[in-house]
């Protein structure tokens, strides 16, 4: 069509892009739809050059979607409206752990650490047989420096070095797993309050580095290790020690 809009020939593949990435939280086929739809929308003003492209969008949408609520509403049975049953914090974490560990980012994330441990450490991974836990890797790191272990100091010792690699990754999954679980909050508000997402907010916080220039904590680190492992266990259970699975 060479008199369409610009952006229109975009605006499929990244529709199609949008459902596949948010196929496993199996929504109803016309929410996915109609939230892949809105997304390619805001995607398309963001990449255009109209100043008042994105305010255009959201007044159209102040007035849009109330108008399908009462046309919706028109269709249903008399009787009392659906009720929401609403989900915890945990809850929203558990549901989301699959979708955020199964994301590249993730991925990545995950095999750069285990290699900065296994640099640092001497420990070849690859090898490795036993399980190990948040505090075997903590203690091969100290051991590193303490001349016990078979890696070298150079500079920053072994943990020092490691945190920094754990800030840099807690930074960019903290970011990671608030936009999931945000997006999850909004699809899904028969299970979850849109007030959920200050309380993940807080938790990554908590669990993730949220600021380049500060250290992270012993909680953070603890709980960036434990993410490792359960990749390095899961296949040393699975009697493989291959490379992650890659989804995207």
Known sequence: MSDAPAGFAEAEPRFESCLHRIASRSLPEARSA?????????????????PWCIDALL??????????REQFAAKLEPG???????RSLDQLRRDIHAEFRSRTVFQDAMQRMEIEFGDLTGLDLQAQRAPLTVGNVLQLLRDSDSGSGRGERVGA????????AARATGLQLGDLLESIGREVINARPEHYRESLGEE?????QRNFASDAAEPITAHQRRHLVGL?????????????????????
């Open 200 to 204: 993940l907010s807080q938790w990554v």
């Open 59 to 68: 007044r159209s949408a102040t007035d849009v979607i109330p108008r399908a």
């Open 228 to 248: 490792m492992l359960e990749g390095i266990n899961a296949r040393i259970a699975a009697g493989t020690t291959g490379d992650l699975d890659t989804a995207g």
């Open 157 to 164: 010792s072994s943990m020092e070095r490691f945190d920094w």
């Open 80 to 86: 009392p409206p659906p009720l929401a049953t609403y």
């Open 34 to 50: 109609a939230l892949c739809l809105m997304e390619v929308a805001a995607d398309t003003c963001a990449g255009g050059d109209d």
